[in-house]
Protein backbone atom coordinates (compact mmCIF):
# COMPACT_ATOMS: atom_id res chain seq x y z
CA UNK A 1 0.00 0.00 0.00
CA UNK A 2 2.86 2.31 0.88
CA UNK A 3 4.66 1.66 -2.17
CA UNK A 4 1.46 2.25 -4.25
CA UNK A 5 0.75 5.30 -2.53
CA UNK A 6 4.76 6.58 -3.43
CA UNK A 7 3.89 5.57 -7.06
CA UNK A 8 0.81 7.97 -7.59
CA UNK A 9 2.64 10.81 -5.98
CA UNK A 10 5.83 10.41 -8.02
CA UNK A 11 3.32 10.24 -11.17
CA UNK A 12 1.12 13.31 -10.25
CA UNK A 13 4.65 15.16 -9.77
CA UNK A 14 5.97 14.11 -13.15
CA UNK A 15 2.17 14.82 -14.78
CA UNK A 16 2.55 18.40 -13.10
CA UNK A 17 5.88 19.26 -14.65
CA UNK A 18 4.73 17.71 -18.35
CA UNK A 19 4.49 21.44 -19.94
CA UNK A 20 1.94 21.57 -22.90
CA UNK A 21 2.93 22.92 -26.49
CA UNK A 22 0.31 24.57 -28.97
CA UNK A 23 0.86 23.80 -32.69
CA UNK A 24 -0.14 26.25 -35.05
CA UNK A 25 -0.91 25.68 -38.54
CA UNK A 26 0.08 28.09 -41.34
CA UNK A 27 -3.32 28.10 -42.25
CA UNK A 28 -5.45 28.37 -39.34
CA UNK A 29 -3.87 29.95 -35.92
CA UNK A 30 -5.45 28.83 -32.38
CA UNK A 31 -6.32 31.89 -31.61
CA UNK A 32 -8.23 33.00 -34.26
CA UNK A 33 -9.76 29.67 -34.40
CA UNK A 34 -11.11 30.05 -30.46
CA UNK A 35 -12.28 33.35 -31.15
CA UNK A 36 -14.33 31.97 -34.80
CA UNK A 37 -17.83 33.00 -35.33
CA UNK A 38 -17.84 29.52 -36.39
CA UNK A 39 -17.70 28.11 -33.50
CA UNK A 40 -20.68 27.22 -31.86
CA UNK A 41 -24.36 25.43 -32.68
CA UNK A 42 -26.19 25.89 -35.69
CA UNK A 43 -29.45 24.99 -37.66
CA UNK A 44 -30.41 24.22 -41.17
CA UNK A 45 -32.75 27.18 -42.40
CA UNK A 46 -33.02 26.48 -46.10
CA UNK A 47 -31.02 26.72 -49.52
CA UNK A 48 -30.85 29.21 -52.24
CA UNK A 49 -33.77 27.25 -54.21
CA UNK A 50 -36.20 28.40 -51.51
CA UNK A 51 -36.08 24.45 -50.15
CA UNK A 52 -36.58 24.88 -46.61
CA UNK A 53 -35.84 21.69 -44.32
CA UNK A 54 -38.58 19.92 -42.79
CA UNK A 55 -35.89 18.30 -40.53
CA UNK A 56 -34.27 19.48 -37.21
CA UNK A 57 -30.66 19.69 -38.96
CA UNK A 58 -28.15 20.28 -36.64
CA UNK A 59 -24.76 21.54 -37.19
CA UNK A 60 -21.65 22.43 -34.50
CA UNK A 61 -18.49 23.32 -34.88
CA UNK A 62 -16.25 23.08 -31.91
CA UNK A 63 -12.24 23.12 -30.93
CA UNK A 64 -11.05 19.56 -29.61
CA UNK A 65 -7.26 19.22 -29.19
CA UNK A 66 -6.24 21.63 -31.58
CA UNK A 67 -8.54 20.75 -34.15
CA UNK A 68 -11.91 22.22 -35.90
CA UNK A 69 -14.56 19.51 -35.60
CA UNK A 70 -17.91 19.44 -36.59
CA UNK A 71 -21.05 17.18 -35.76
CA UNK A 72 -24.68 17.22 -35.25
CA UNK A 73 -27.66 15.55 -36.36
CA UNK A 74 -28.98 15.18 -39.97
CA UNK A 75 -32.69 14.12 -41.10
CA UNK A 76 -32.22 10.70 -39.66
CA UNK A 77 -28.60 10.28 -38.14
CA UNK A 78 -25.57 11.85 -36.33
CA UNK A 79 -22.58 12.90 -38.18
CA UNK A 80 -19.22 14.13 -36.85
CA UNK A 81 -16.05 15.15 -39.61
CA UNK A 82 -12.78 16.90 -38.90
CA UNK A 83 -12.66 20.45 -41.33
CA UNK A 84 -9.93 22.49 -42.63
CA UNK A 85 -11.06 26.30 -42.40
CA UNK A 86 -8.59 29.65 -43.94
CA UNK A 87 -10.58 32.06 -42.25
CA UNK A 88 -8.65 34.89 -44.27
CA UNK A 89 -9.71 33.42 -47.50
CA UNK A 90 -13.28 31.95 -45.36
CA UNK A 91 -12.71 28.34 -47.24
CA UNK A 92 -13.40 25.65 -45.55
CA UNK A 93 -13.12 21.33 -46.42
CA UNK A 94 -14.58 18.67 -44.44
CA UNK A 95 -11.87 16.13 -44.68
CA UNK A 96 -13.29 13.18 -43.26
CA UNK A 97 -17.12 12.02 -42.75
CA UNK A 98 -18.55 9.76 -40.33
CA UNK A 99 -22.09 9.18 -39.80
CA UNK A 100 -24.09 6.41 -37.60
CA UNK A 101 -25.85 3.57 -39.68
CA UNK A 102 -29.87 4.12 -38.41
CA UNK A 103 -32.51 3.32 -41.01
CA UNK A 104 -34.80 5.77 -42.14
CA UNK A 105 -37.73 6.49 -44.30
CA UNK A 106 -36.95 6.85 -47.72
CA UNK A 107 -37.33 10.64 -47.97
CA UNK A 108 -35.58 11.66 -45.12
CA UNK A 109 -32.67 8.82 -46.22
CA UNK A 110 -32.12 11.16 -49.57
CA UNK A 111 -32.43 14.64 -48.13
CA UNK A 112 -29.45 13.44 -45.84
CA UNK A 113 -27.48 11.55 -48.13
CA UNK A 114 -27.87 14.82 -50.69
CA UNK A 115 -27.02 17.02 -47.31
CA UNK A 116 -24.00 15.34 -46.71
CA UNK A 117 -23.01 15.19 -50.27
CA UNK A 118 -23.43 19.36 -49.94
CA UNK A 119 -21.23 19.57 -46.74
CA UNK A 120 -18.70 17.51 -48.54
CA UNK A 121 -18.91 20.43 -51.38
CA UNK A 122 -18.51 23.61 -49.46
CA UNK A 123 -16.42 25.83 -51.57
CA UNK A 124 -16.41 29.09 -49.24
CA UNK A 125 -18.65 30.67 -46.24
CA UNK A 126 -19.32 33.91 -45.10
CA UNK A 127 -21.70 35.37 -42.45
CA UNK A 128 -24.97 37.51 -43.72
CA UNK A 129 -25.47 38.55 -40.28
CA UNK A 130 -24.32 37.43 -36.44
CA UNK A 131 -26.91 34.67 -36.62
CA UNK A 132 -26.69 34.29 -40.29
CA UNK A 133 -24.07 31.56 -41.58
CA UNK A 134 -23.72 30.69 -45.36
CA UNK A 135 -22.21 28.11 -46.97
CA UNK A 136 -21.51 28.50 -51.04
CA UNK A 137 -21.19 25.37 -53.01
CA UNK A 138 -18.69 23.91 -55.49
CA UNK A 139 -19.41 22.41 -58.49
CA UNK A 140 -22.83 23.26 -60.90
CA UNK A 141 -25.68 23.86 -59.21
CA UNK A 142 -23.61 26.63 -57.04
CA UNK A 143 -25.97 25.77 -54.53
CA UNK A 144 -25.91 28.18 -51.37
CA UNK A 145 -27.00 26.70 -47.65
CA UNK A 146 -28.30 28.71 -45.05
CA UNK A 147 -27.60 28.00 -41.33
CA UNK A 148 -29.41 30.16 -38.03
CA UNK A 149 -27.50 30.11 -34.67
CA UNK A 150 -29.33 27.74 -32.20
Request: glycine letters at 8%.
Given at each position: MKKLVILMMASTLMMASCKSEIVESANTPMDALRASNLLGQWRLKSYSNGQVSKYDVS????MEEGKIKMN???????????????ETNKTLKVLVLGTTKIA???EANEFEMAYYENLKNIER??????????????????ETMYFEKK
Open positions: LEFKGQSSVNFYSADAEIDGTPYDFKDKNTLVFYLAGASK
